[in-house]
């Protein structure tokens, strides 16, 4: 596709916009989507001579024409739903369908007061001193034009808003569900999680495609932490092997604070993952746990990038790949340390298995350092089965493709088996164990 | 039981076995001893079916089939057991479960009946006994974080549930101290039976204090270069593998 043929393709968003309902249109934060989108209009989508593109080629998304949708056009059953809910997780929970909010389906009921939790749209409605504050202050719209794109079109997703001293002992569990519907669609989602100082809580965001669709997912989460708050964020993966998902994550923490992400990435065609955390006060800390199991033809890519801006900060970060098939895995993870950003600590480490001849990673670890009284170590590895420890497995018994199943289910684990949530924990190995041959074998194995 | 013959391996294009003959009995304890470099974990090695050995020559027959046609887990289901001289940590792996799993899929490749839960665990409490095996190791990845004289009594522990028909124990005496030789001792000892052959390769004599063998070889350059009864193990401690390798030269 040349260039101007993909400008064109921009015009399709730029007339959705104009269908935007007057609803949307007049709230306080209309300059704020105008000037977003003028900024998507300047820059078109990504291109892969950008180097933080390189490696991820957005054409397929930018030839088709996804449009937005503000009704939900399709409807969805309780027993769909529940057939993916998590076995027994006391939780609450928001459903999103086709990226329109599902009023029906979601139970929020019982939160500590003060503690809000709703849909975006019901939170711009309300015109709240709070959302001016945050909304759209740690995403950039310069960074990538998917932000800015879905910065002009928000209006569904997830708004958290969490008082002093607060603690959420029931995960929030956020369910974006996705299914063929008329016209190929694109959901923009967009989350913010304001947490106060000393609250805590776990959110879980789930993207999962229920059929085969061709829809397009861009979203973006901002997650504010006073000091001493406590977010465990959680992402779920799932989307139909015909959707695209572009994910950006933005997380911008006061002192003592403490980030855990938890990204698993299961589903998609083309699927872009961004997290970006800024340790902006002493003592802040980001915990980054990473899986990726791709197949056949899929490309996923995960980039994320830690900010160390004051002393006594740390960060760690632990991503893993399986690859199998044709698939294509990208993982970018940059730690930049800034001048005055004394005695902080970073790691960071990227194994990969490659299952197959054709699969192909692209790693690369990037550390920019400019303090001098710093502890940073980085790795990344790629590589196949340890044949050794095969051989042990088979000279006990167990049969060559149980025993590669076994091990790569054990290389992938490692970044599962200490989820505190029992019923996450099991839905996700599930989940693993059921990308590998010999699915059934490995589970009595597993699950006694 | 086991029956090889004029056995010839390679190793990344080196030989190392050459020309190897052994006869083991049902109910027979073999040690075969040697120095380093000798061939023993190479012959503990092809005898498993472990990839990258090259048998070049000669044939290895086992309860009158070949040997070396099977691949490694076709071998455990036939009943031949490897107790490794180097335990690999399966981190993810769980020590208990694969135990299971293993048990299972040598009944059912026997066509027996799988053990259910209750079954496996009494065996599993049955066996531990014998080497004092330690309850929250079987809990653990395999072999993950366990010390060297854990990871050889945790071998010795899954051949006494996996009941083979021929155990080989490669240096299984490598890196214990004197207890630890005891239990494992011990346990291979309990599990001698008139169905069951044992080759136990090691480099010193002291294990075969405790393991009373029938047959003892000595493995020089790649070949048995003497066989005796118990008595020759005494005179290899007292005389060194010099004084065999200088006979064999001449």
Redesign the interface.
Known sequence: MSQDQMNNNIQHYLNDFEQLDDNVKSDWFSEQRKSALNLFKETGFPRTRQENWKYTDTRPIAKKSFSYTNNQSVSISTEEIDAIRFQGLDCYELVFVNGVYSKEHSRIDGLPEGTVIENMADALAKDSELLKKHLAQYADNKVSPFTALNTAFIQHGTYIDVPKNTVIEKPINVLYLSKESAKPFAAHTRNLIVMSEHSEATLIESYIGLDDANYFTNTVTEVSLAPSAILKHYKIQQESLNAYHIGNLNVVQGKDSRFESNSISLGGSLVRNDINGQLAAEGASIVMNGLYMTNNKQHVDNHTRVDHLKPNTHSSENYRGVLNGKSRAVFNGKVVVHPQAQKIEAHQNNANLLLSDDAEIDTKPELEIYADDVKCSHGATVGQL????L??????????E??KS??T???A??VI?DISFAPVKNRLEYLIVGRLPDAD?IR???N? | MLNIKNLHAKVEDKEILKGLNLNVKAGEVHAIMGPNGSGKSTLANVLAGKNGYEVTKGSVEYEGKDLLELAPEERAWAGVFLAFQYPVEIPGVNNVYLLKAAVNAIRKNRGEQELDAVEFLALVKEKMKLVKMKEDLLNRAVNEGFSGGEKKRNEIFQMAVLEPKLAILDETDSGLDIDALKIVAEGVNSLRSPERSIILVTHYQRLLDYIKPDHVHVLSNGKIIKSGGPELALELEEKGYDWLEEIEAA
């Open positions: 340890d044949q050794n420890m051989f042990y497995l088979r000279s006990r018994a167990i049969d060559e149980t025993a076994l091990l289910y054990a290389f684990d490692e088996r074998l009595e194995f597993t006694e």
